[in-house]
Nanobody, 117 residues
Framework: QVQLVESGGGSVQAGGSLRLSCAAS????????MAWFRQAPGKEREFVAD????????SYADSVKGRLTISRDNAKNTVYLQMNSLKSEDTAVYYC??????????WGQGTQVTVSS
């Protein structure tokens, strides 16, 4: 069982920055492939970024490339999402998730990000 707790959300003006954190429980965090998803009002949950166990391989949705950066600190059991040059369309609830056995099995409760123009 893995518990994930996101933090760092808030309200910011367009062009601003936020850093989201996701703290994980358990001793095997370093073996998990981690990702961030988001869900805007009235829309389906969508992929944002993911990162492999070592942090050496990452991928991003086209809509966030060059603005958002995913990273992890296995010593702290934490994955991050640095969000720069935020746009109003980035407004959503952001979720972190751990992939186990090929599926995103564990999810956090989400943290709200609101970007005003």
């Amino acid at each position: 069982q893995v518990q994930l707790v996101e933090s760092g959300g808030g309200s910011v003006q367009a062009g601003g920055s936020l850093r989201l954190s996701c703290a994980a429980s358990g001793r095997t965090f370093s073996s998990y492939f981690m990702a961030w998803f988001r869900q805007a009002p009235g829309k389906e949950r969508e992929f944002v970024a993911d990162i492999n166990w070592s942090g050496g391989v990452t991928s991003y949705a086209d809509s966030v490339k060059g603005r958002l950066t995913i990273s992890r600190d296995n010593a702290k059991n934490t994955v991050y999402l640095q969000m720069n040059s935020l746009k109003s369309e980035d407004t959503a609830v952001y979720y972190c998730t751990a992939r186990v056995g090929g599926s995103y099995r564990y999810w956090g409760q989400g943290t709200q990000v609101t970007v005003s123009s």
